[in-house]
């Protein structure tokens, strides 16, 4: 049996979760979310707590009952707390700009960089070099924020780049002038 797939899930107040057809759905007041489950394992709400059980011993079913508790629970933080990636525009010049529900990034192009949100995703610009995605979805804000940070990956010169908030990027050295070797 799973480690992390034996602990209950706590409910905060005003989540439901219901179990039907091998589909999950989680509502809370930021939205509803909704997961198919595959495999042996089944979705049970005991007083306000979630508990997921795996309905055989087999080693596919003990990784799947893990997995389930896992993303079961990240639903359950998205639709009560949300979740939010902050990322950092570093450059000479480029910043960041939100108009409507397009991001819009000038980054060393020739032209700026324009990322629509999809439905569930929104854009905040608190500063010009920083950018905030939010949603209830951890695995979409994790996607989209991935696909940011790929338009201008963090060079490791001068540190120009789209990067994580917080995250260090190793800076190399660079060319010597080979003055003094023969």
């Known amino acids: ?4 797939g034996k602990m209950p899930i706590a409910l905060p107040a ?6 039907k057809d091998s589909v999950v759905t989680v509502k809370g007041p930021k939205g ?8 042996n394992v089944s979705v049970e709400t005991e007083g306000a707590n979630v508990v997921l059980k795996a309905l055989d011993d087999s080693a596919e079913t003990n ?6 508790r896992a993303l079961v629970n990240g639903m359950v933080t998205g639709v009560s707390a949300g979740f939010v990636k902050a990322l ?6 480029w910043k960041a700009a939100v108009q409507g529900n397009k991001l819009v990034l000038n980054v060393g192009f020739s032209h ?12 905040e610009c608190p500063t010009l070099t920083e950018v905030q995605v939010s949603g209830i979805s951890k695995e979409l804000v994790g996607q989209i924020a991935a696909n940011i940070r790929a338009i201008r990956l963090p060079e490791p010169y001068h ?24």
Request: charged content about 30%; hydrophobic content about 30%.
């Open 88 to 93: 950092e525009v570093k450059g000479v010049g």
């Open 32 to 39: 509803t979310l909704t997961r198919e489950v595959v495999g």
């Open 1 to 4: 049996m799973s480690r992390i």
């Open 112 to 123: 700026p960089v324009e990322v629509i949100a999809p439905e569930g995703i929104k854009f």
């Open 159 to 182: 540190g120009y780049g789209i990067r994580y908030k917080g995250e260090v990027v190793e800076h190399k050295e660079g060319k010597t002038s080979g003055k003094g070797k023969k």
């Open 14 to 19: 005003g989540v439901t979760v219901e179990f």
């Open 63 to 68: 990784a799947k009952h893990g997995l389930y």
